[in-house]
């Protein structure tokens, strides 16, 4: 988006299915200023991103409003104001009055005589004027939602569902069928009401995620900045606390979480120990203990202890507001399964249009039909015409799918990269931090050429606070441990894949793999990496100070998860690292890979998977470093794998796995596959109910109440067979 462009979010009401999207585009996309339009159905949400030099919103929405549809800028439902009760069920109320109307006028003249008269060709008896009143009212009642959408429609000459019904109520009407066509009013009110229903509960799945963040945070408070400066050791007496609202705390304040609370923010805990379910985040339901300088997540629940933990974040920016924001945004970036259905639906509409026109015309020229049995069969047609069942199941589908996907801790930023992890062939790991745990630890030291080794770890520990891979967390923890002061560092560079520098106490130090260091011109020495660890090379200049062997384990259940993702169909399962052959030898052959590569720099990763995407159509990258981003933005799906991965792996990555667990690998392989084949499942259903009823229709068996009813049908069929999706399996 460029700096001269602005975006705003407008709610649409009424925006419900496919056909009011096309509508709005058709009504804007050739508004000069316009750059861009998205829409959320589920949510009915539009995105519009224009030059405020060339319009504003206020125009656009009065531009909205043309096409029936209303618009207002887009608020949170939890700050939006309390819609009047009236105004909330306006569209319930509606279809009762239409419904309890209809009742009246067939009680006034039965419904099936006068139908069947119709079908044979038979003269109408002229209705009652009490007949008409209650038809009329069920009617008007019925279509109050859906007349002036079909007037928006018409004007922008591009028919849709409210369309064909006001023409199908008005032919009924003509020919008499008063009855029917109060009927026909309320079917179609009926399944707005009914429509609405089961988007409310794919909304109400994404929504639920915003209602877990605390709204209020009990904050500490001191009466000396030795409070603020260490807040786990001050004087009980002298400090206090205040409810407050969570997006007043600045970060950096010190809150306090009682047994059974959410927690309000992220942050580290400054003072006490519990164990935290932060089955909201990662989807693992099994308490995790943490104690002072652990880190805790907004929306996980403390379970037994009293925590004052230390705000990272402010509330708009923890975990989980990013979690609910990549969901929202998410409902934007069509599936290419949402892409055919709506270029198939501008094909489809105008041919049904074209077979109505000939029901309506040849029976009575080649048939023994009567014109009025004709037009009421073409009117049938028309009904059967509508896409609505087509159009609505995807998006239906894919938003809960992602919905239920992020309960378990896997976060899809689209329907396009869910559909390409239905298609997967094959998938490449990062071995550190994705096949094995990411928390290695030092195993030994070797100090050269007569180097302090005191004097070696400080400058170590000082270059590594300035890089955030796994093994320079190692050589930091394992200083914490022995007590050893990092040195001060400055001008320090970060060489991904290979190592870092940086002046410490006036000379330039460096730590790096075997590789980086004779790429320096270094003679080094060798170490046994046989057994699986990592050797970090160390010194200044020429000099090579010291070696530090780091060991990381293999992650429990990784040797399942590769095997699950095997049988899920995936053909290829690769590991791709930076360490050295010896050490990944020796984790392939833990975890049960054959093919590996190693001693790898970022470029050659991203090169691995574009070779790999020659054989393969659908590769993905599991990855949770900066090193792995070039390689997730090269495949067709990239995952971060992790809470512990970097922002950059993050943000270029398509699907985002918060918990530790590989199982959540074969589980989002697995869940999109069967989300892929619901889809397919409501095309097939949708399709195929119309094919049925089409040709009932032009063999001059079905009424408009029966095509009102088939519709309905077929559309709660298929929201309900999405719906499914909500719930998600092992």
Not at 53 to 71: D, Q
Not at 230 to 251: G, L, S
Not at 454 to 481: C, K, M, N, V, W
Not at 698 to 716: E, F, I, K, P, R
Request: charged fraction near 20%; proline fraction near 4%; hydrophobic fraction near 45%.
């Amino acid at each position: 988006m460029s700096p001269s462009t602005l975006r705003a979010d407008f709610r649409i009401h009424g925006l419900d299915c496919a056909e009011e999207v096309s509508l709005i585009r058709r009504q804007l996309d050739n508004t000069n200023g316009i750059h861009d339009l998205g829409f959320d159905v589920v949510r009915g949400r539009m995105s519009a991103e224009f030059d405020p030099k060339l319009l504003s919103a206020s125009e656009i929405m009065e531009r909205i409003s043309k096409t029936g549809l209303k618009a207002e800028p887009w608020m949170d439902a939890a700050a939006a104001p309390p819609q009047p009760f009236l105004v909330r069920h306006s569209r319930i109320i509606a279809a009762s009055v239409s419904g309890i109307a209809l009742l009246c006028a067939m009680s006034v003249e039965g419904f099936a005589g006068s139908h069947a008269g119709l079908l044979q060709g038979q003269h109408i008896h002229k209705a009652s004027p009490l007949l008409v009143l209650y038809s009329l009212i069920a009617i008007v009642a019925g279509m109050m939602f859906s007349a002036r959408k079909a007037w928006g429609a018409l004007k922008l000459m591009q028919p849709d569902m409210n369309v064909l019904v006001c023409i199908s109520i008005v032919g009924a009407c003509y020919l008499g069928e008063w009855s029917e066509g109060a009927t026909l009013a309320f079917l179609f009110s009926l399944a707005g009401v009914l429509e609405g229903w089961s988007l409310a509960r794919a909304r109400e799945a994404i929504g639920s995620l915003v209602k877990e963040s605390p709204g209020e945070a009990t904050v500490l408070h001191g009466e000396g900045a030795e409070f603020h400066a260490h807040c786990c050791n001050h004087d009980k007496k002298r400090i206090h606390e205040h409810r407050v609202m969570a997006d007043t705390v600045p970060t950096g304040s010190v809150v306090r979480v009682k047994p059974g609370e959410r927690i309000p923010f992220d942050g580290k805990v400054a003072s006490g120990a519990s164990g935290v379910n932060e089955a909201l985040i990662t989807g693992e339901a099994t308490p995790v203990f943490k104690q002072s300088g652990d880190s805790v997540l907004a929306g996980t629940i403390n379970t037994d202890g009293l925590l004052e933990i230390r705000t990272t974040t402010q509330s708009a920016d923890t975990t989980l507001a990013r979690i609910v924001r990549l969901v929202e945004e998410s409902q934007q970036r069509r599936a290419p399964s949402e892409q055919f259905v709506e270029r198939f639906s501008r094909v489809y509409t105008p041919v049904m249009m074209l077979i109505a026109m000939l029901v309506a015309v040849l029976p009575p020229l080649l048939l023994d039909w009567t014109w009025s049995r004709a037009f009421y069969q073409s009117m049938v047609v028309l009904l059967i015409a509508c896409p609505c069942a087509l159009v609505i199941s995807t998006p239906v589908t894919i938003a809960a799918a992602i919905a239920s996907a992020a309960k378990r801790g896997v976060l899809f930023k689209g329907g396009a990269f869910l559909e390409s992890a239905a298609h997967l062939d094959a998938i490449a790991l990062d071995k550190t931090g994705v096949i094995t745990a990411g928390r290695p630890a030092v195993e030994k030291i070797q100090i050269l050429h007569g180097h302090n080794e005191l004097d070696f770890l400080e400058r170590l520990a000082g270059l590594e606070t300035g890089s955030e891979h796994p093994l320079a967390q190692a050589i930091l923890q394992y200083a914490e441990e022995h007590n050893i002061a990092p040195a001060a560092i400055s001008d320090f560079r970060a060489l991904p894949g290979r190592g870092a520098e940086a002046v410490v106490r006036g000379a330039r130090f460096w730590a790096g793999s075997r590789a980086y260091a004779e790429s320096r011109g270094l003679q080094v020495p060798d170490v046994d990496e046989s057994h699986g660890a990592s050797a970090v090379y160390a010194g200044a200049g020429m000099d090579v100070w010291g070696i530090v062997l780091i060991r990381d384990y293999v992650r429990p259940g990784i040797v399942e998860a590769i095997r699950d993702l095997r049988k899920s169909g995936v053909r290829e399962v690769t590991m791709l690292t930076g360490d050295n052959p010896a050490a990944a030898a020796q984790v392939a052959k833990e975890v049960e890979l054959t093919s590996y590569r190693a001693g790898m720099l970022p470029s050659d990763k991203a090169t691995a998977v574009r070779e790999l995407m020659q054989r393969y159509p659908h590769v993905a990258m599991a990855g949770d470093g900066v090193n792995d981003a070039e390689a997730m933005a090269a495949s067709s799906l990239g995952i971060a794998f992790g809470p512990r991965s970097t922002g950059l792996a993050m943000e270029t990555a398509h699907a985002v796995i918060l918990a530790e667990d590989p199982a959540r690998l074969s589980f989002l392989v697995r869940h999109a596959r069967r989300s892929l084949s619901v889809i397919k499942q409501n095309l097939a259903l949708a399709l195929g109910s119309k094919l049925v009823f089409l040709i009932v229709a032009v063999l001059g068996y079905a009424s408009l109440w029966m095509a009102v009813a088939a519709d309905m049908g077929a559309t709660l069929v298929v929201t309900f067979n999405g719906l499914r999706m909500l719930r998600t399996r092992e």
